[in-house]
Each structure stands twice: as C-alpha cells, then as structure tokens.
C-alpha cells in the first residue's frame, strides 16, 4: 500500500472540520481517491454525495493559524491541529482543523508529497495519468475494466462524438485479450489511437527522408525551414532528439520517430511564447518610469468595491502573482489602530498593521524587484504617528527611507532598488502648501467621490479639504503624491519622485487631447491609472490604452478575471515574471516624437503581416457538464496595442467536437506597431441561441511570440493551466 495512503487514515478517510469564520465550523468528510491526486469531502449529514478537488490545483499548504479564519479561532484550536490549503487562481483557500496533531501533520505531509509527486512528472507521464483519471471515472462497476457501452459514454463525457463504428473498430483493435472490455493499459492505446494526430504525422512525413523518422539533418531542416531558426539548428536538432525522443534506440542513432516529433511540439520548446523571453532577459539599470510595473487597485478587497470582505489574502493573491505596486487605504480604527478599507462602504476592516505584516513576509516572494506600497491616508495626525511606527518597525531594512534627498535628476533603477519597500503617498514639503503639514487632498478618494453613483451621499466639500500630515509618516514616502496641473507646469518644475494619479477616463480624455505629451511626460514622471469610482462591480477598463501612453502603473482590480487581467497577465508573463517590463524604445526617447493615435507618422515606421493558420484544437474542456452536451469550438484571435492595431477575427465553429477539431483557416493582421501589440488567442463554444461561452483563452505580447508550427496551451479563465488542451497553430511574420 502507498505511504499516501496509510497517511490519509487507510482510504476511509476523517473528518475534519472546515472553519469559514468564529461562528461557522463544520464537520466534513476529507478522503484520498484511488488515484492518490483527487480529494474527495461531503458534509457530515450528506449520505453519499462527494465533491471533489484535484491535488494539482493546490498551490501550499500552510501550518498553523496562517489565515483570518483561523486566527479568529485561535483560541478554541491550538496551532498544531490547523492547517490552510491554498488554491491556484482566484479560489478561496479552504482553512481545516484535524482531531489532534498528528492527524493535521498526516494531512500537512500527505498532501506535500502528493504535490511533489505531481510536479515531478514529466509531460508523458501526464499525459497518460490524465487518461487514467478518466478511465477511473468510466469504470462504473470499479472491475478495473470497461466495456464498449462505457467506452461510449466516456467518449461523451471527454467531448467527443464519434461515429459508433469507427469507435467500435478501434476499441477492437485495442482490445488485444479479446475479451470485449478494456483494461488500464488496453485503455490508454484506445485513447492514443483516438487521438491520433493526423496533421502532425503528415508534417513529419514531409521532412522525414525514410517515412520513418527523422534525422538529425531532416530535423534540422525542419527547424531552419519552418520554425525560422537560423545559426545552430544542427546543434538543436541533436539537443532536441536527446530530450524529447522516448525511443533509446532512435536517441543512439541521433534519431527522432513521430512520438518523439509530438512530444517535441507540445513542449514548452514548441509553444507559441518564445522560451527566450520567460526568464529576466531586460536591462534592469534604467529609471523606473522606463518600466510598466504589474499594478493592483484596492488590493485589500476580495469582491466588489461597497460591501465584500477586505482581507489579507487579497495582498498575498496579489503579490505571488507578481504585483509590483499594491495600494492602501487607511482610516482611523477603535483603540488607536488604523485600519484599512473602502471608506464610506460596507466593505470589511482590517488592522493596518495585519495588512504591513502580510506585505513584509510576501513582497519578495515571487520577484525581487521594488515594490511600490501607494498609500491613501485618511488618519488623525496620533494614528498617523502610529502608522509610521509600524511601517518602520515591521518592514525594517526593506523599507527604503533615505528617500528624496537621494534622488538626482532621475528615479532610480529597479536593479538599484532590488528587495526596496517603496512607500507612495502625501509628502510635506511644497511652496504652495502650509508649513504646519496642511496638504490638499488630492487622492483616488476625493475623486472617486466625484465619479460615484453614492456620491450624493458623501459629505463634500466645494473647496479642497486640507488634511494635517504627521512629518514621520511624511518623510518615509519615497513618491509624492502630487495634484496634476498640466503637461507643461510638469515638465517646468515636476521632480522626478513626484507623481499624479489619474481616473481612467481622466488619463484617456489626455490620450485623445495631447497624445504626444503624455507620452513625452511618462518618459521622465511615473502616472498612476485607477479605474472609474462607477466600476463598483470591481470590473477593470483595457490597461492596454495606458500602456500605449507610457502610463507606468496601471492599476487593476485583481480579483476580477476577464480580457482586461489577460492581458495583464500576457505583458508580465515574459521577463521572469518580475513584475517589471522595459518599455519600448519609442516610449522611453524624450527627444523622439510620437502618438499611439498616428503610429504611422513616426520615423521607423515598419508595419508587419501576421498571419496565424489555425490548424486544430486538443482535448478542450467541456464547458456544460451535462453528459450529453458537446462543445461547438471556434478560435478568435484578438489583437491589443495602438488604436489602428485593435482588431478581432475568428474562424467558423466546428459542430459537436471539443475532442480534436480542425479548423485549417488562415487569419491576416496588419501590425503597425508590433512593439506595443499583444495577441490574445480565445476559444469559445458557439450558441446561437445565447452568448458563447468561454472555453479558454491565452494572451502574449507580440515580441514573444516564435513563428513556425506551435502549440497555443490553453489557460482557465483564472489563468491557471487547462493542461492538456491546445490549439495547434502555423504562425507567420513578413515585413509589408
């Protein structure tokens, strides 16, 4: 029997209660499956219904009292019965108390191995661990066999509608005990026969000089001819063979046979996002407003913006998943304890200092590029002397507080600043402000409050209130927030740590009117983007308008999934995910001119043909789980960047196949700024009666992007890998 398994309390399972908050605690039933990667929990008055969880999409495990919900029960269950599993994507975590220590640490260690089983796999074995779980699942009778009636109804439950003969033919020619049921094994050669890839196995035989392999100079060729690959593709043919080829024999002969070609192409080697660019590639030495910094909006909130829970989970969601500027709203809480919260909303409060303990332990965690903490203050002058205190005591040496001073005539670096906590707010210290430390206040607040349907009833004021800054907390703020005048009272007299906040209709109303300056102005000032106070909804605008700007921090609600955090995802994916992306040289040049809206005036103006074939789709996931219902695939390629370069073209929906669909359409763009582009690849299953649903999507800047025949690996509406399902794709790029 596997460790896993006596470890889990011999495959019966225990119950565990699951804790919500002080009030809800429940008992559930927690068990491994046979397949030792699924979990499976029902209610304790539930008779015989389980819902279940993959191992694979928990992230870590966490001991102890490690979140809110445990720490509000702290004192009912000690730290050593407690533990939190945390989910990729934007999944709540699930926070358990077990019986006693030594179940908690069972479940802790399990699960850890479990993990680390999982991610050791290789693709093949993947692969073939994914057939299984179906096999599991078809084998209603658990005999460890399924018969052809079953094999059916598998077949509709992986999304395929096949010809019963055809599948009966091959479910023979499987079955090679002849016994009219399929073993584990039998099955997996099924599976492998149904998914044959005929569109790779005639692109292999085009380059094989045998019919039945390639060599390594047939491979080489293969690489220069249609992947583009130019100097060393010998050398990467034999590199190739050595890696992705399953055959010893072939591998000896410095051969590759069509599995191994296979294996090849569905690697991360042959995806359409070119490998180069993943790790940090970019010259991290010049000054931060060079850079796009990953950006969150009212990072706290875990829904909408008027009543859902603040958390500090937000913040940990937000960094490992690469965010370089979180913001911070402070108010005066009871007991002299500044909180934070949405103000004048329902939303939940949290303690400031909970919120500056979470950001010290997680800031570095996924980058270790600066992180920028944008700080809106709403405090009595004795909270905000506390607010310094426990800024400067908990971030200790990350906190970076030999500030302005220190700045020349430029911000400095990202390189420079490495493991530097930045902190982002009002600043004493301008001619035209009191010297006692009134300040205006010019923050997202007071603006919002402009912008929001509950606007009327806010308290407002016609003039600008003044608000009292306490000279601790001033002088820790490494930018100054500033009020903006105008483009040219900024480039008169702005210093380089200053910084204006913008609305998203504010920032696109200066896009439309003076293009060209708010470029030059984004060359030297970092802009701040925030969206509307309408969007209560916590729905995001397109970041891609303010990227064509220069706009260095775009900040968007990171708990809402949808085009707009594709896209946010896509830009930062490259560069080693550190939260950090050069801008293009056309947005850095303060002697160059030039305007997203006329991209065609600009001196190197050199537009580019993309053309995507759309060859076919693999293993798409079903979007409506009911067994008789089969997706109708079509595959949009959305284009992002300039205005001219906005443009979307699909190909026709292939009826009742999720399975492996062929499309075989070629799409054209014309790119006129390739630089600034991101594409965006979505798969949706088509309704006519209704809107299509989403199947999955996967977005990447241009740049990234490696021409020749490459697998587009598809990804949830959360982000998160839908392995194994791909689209298959011919890309190509020629000057015009």
């Not at 090679?176 to 005929?198: A, H, I, N, P």
């Not at 692109?203 to 060729?221: H, I, P, V």
């Not at 829970?309 to 108010?331: F, H, M, N, T």
């Not at 088509?686 to 990234?704: E, V, W």
């Amino acid at each position: 029997m596997l460790p896993e398994k006596i470890i889990f309390g011999e495959m019966a399972g225990m119950f565990l209660r699951k804790v919500k908050s002080r009030m809800w605690k429940r008992l559930r039933h927690y068990k491994l499956q046979e397949d030792c990667k699924t979990i499976a929990y029902k209610s304790s008055w539930a008779i015989t219904s389980y819902s279940t969880f993959s191992i694979s999409d928990v992230e870590a495990v966490r001991e102890g009292h490690q979140s809110e919900a445990l720490l509000n029960v702290a004192d009912d269950f000690p730290a050593d019965r407690c533990f939190t599993l945390v989910f990729r994507g934007r999944r709540g975590n699930l926070d358990l108390v077990a019986d006693s220590a030594k179940e908690a640490q069972a479940w802790i260690q399990g699960i850890r191995v479990l993990m680390e089983n999982m991610e050791n796999m290789d693709e093949s074995t993947k692969l073939d661990q994914w057939i299984s779980d179906w096999f599991l699942k078809a084998d209603l009778n658990k005999d460890g066999r399924i018969n052809f009636k079953e094999a059916k109804k598998l077949l509709k439950m992986m999304n395929v509608d096949m010809n019963e003969e055809h599948a009966c033919c091959l479910f023979m020619m499987a079955d090679k005990s002849e016994s009219g049921t399929l073993e584990d094994q039998e099955f997996v050669e099924f599976y492998k026969m149904l998914t044959e890839r005929t569109e790779v196995l005639d692109l292999f035989q085009d380059y094989s000089s045998d019919g039945q392999s390639l060599s390594q100079c047939d491979l080489e060729e293969f690489l220069r001819e249609e992947q583009l690959e130019g100097e060393g593709s010998y050398e990467h043919a034999l590199q190739l063979i050595d890696c992705y080829e399953p055959s010893d024999t072939a591998r000896k002969n410095h051969s590759m046979s069509v599995d191994g070609f296979l294996m090849y192409l569905t690697s991360p080697e042959g995806s359409i996002f070119n490998p180069e660019r993943q790790g940090l590639f970019q010259d991290m030495s010049q000054p931060l407003a060079h850079y796009y910094i990953s950006s969150s909006h009212n990072t706290y909130l875990m829904e909408d913006q008027l009543k859902g829970p603040s958390s500090v989970e937000a913040y940990i969601q937000a960094l490992k998943r690469g965010c370089r500027c979180v913001e911070v709203d402070c108010w005066n809480g009871s007991n002299g304890e500044p909180v934070v919260y949405h103000g004048h909303t329902l939303t939940s409060k949290i303690l400031l200092k909970d919120v500056i303990a979470t950001i010290a332990n997680y800031a570095f965690k996924a980058s270790e590029y600066p992180l920028i903490v944008s700080i809106e203050n709403h405090c009595s002058i004795e909270q905000q002397e506390v607010m310094a205190r426990y800024f400067r005591d908990i971030l200790g040496d990350m906190l970076l507080t030999n500030t302005v001073e220190g700045v020349s005539s430029k911000l400095p670096s990202p390189e420079a600043l490495k493991r530097k906590i930045l902190l982002k707010g009002k600043k004493i210290g301008n001619e035209s402000e009191s010297p006692t430390g009134e300040v205006s206040d010019e923050d997202e607040a007071a603006e919002m409050n402009k912008d929001s349907p509950a606007s009327e009833s806010l308290p407002t004021d016609s003039k600008k209130s003044k608000q009292n800054l306490c000279k601790e907390l001033s002088d820790l703020m490494f930018c100054k927030s500033i009020h903006f005048h105008s483009f040219e009272h900024s480039r008169m007299s702005a210093k380089p740590n200053e910084m204006s906040s913008f609305s998203e209709s504010k920032a696109r109303k200066y896009s439309k009117e003076a293009g060209s300056d708010f470029v030059l102005h984004n060359t030297r000032q970092l802009t701040r983007v925030y969206p509307s106070g309408m969007r209560t909804d916590s729905s995001n605008y397109c970041p891609v308008d303010m990227w064509n700007m220069g706009c260095q921090i775009v900040a968007l609600n990171f708990q809402t999934a949808g085009m707009e955090m594709d896209l946010n995802d896509g830009l930062f994916t490259q560069n080693g995910c550190s939260g950090y992306i050069l801008k293009s040289e056309i947005l850095r040049k303060k002697e160059r001119f030039f305007d997203p809206e006329n991209p065609e005036e600009r001196e190197d103006y050199h537009p580019l043909l993309f053309s995507v074939k759309v060859i076919s789709g693999q293993q798409l996931p079903k979007v409506k789980q009911k067994d008789w219902s089969i997706v109708d695939p079509l595959v949009r390629v959305e284009m992002y960047g300039v205005p001219l370069d906005q443009v979307k073209q699909e190909t026709k929906y292939i009826d009742n196949n999720g399975f492996n669909p062929h499309w075989n359409e070629t799409l054209q763009f014309t790119i006129h700024t390739p630089e600034l582009a991101l594409v965006r690849f979505v798969v949706e299953d088509y309704d006519k009666a209704s809107r299509n649903d989403f199947i999955g999507q996967y977005t990447l800047p241009f740049t990234c992007i490696q021409p020749g025949y490459r697998h587009v690996h598809l990804l949830s509406k959360d982000g998160t890998s839908i392995h194994p399902s791909s689209i298959y794709v011919h890309i190509k790029i020629t000057e015009l």
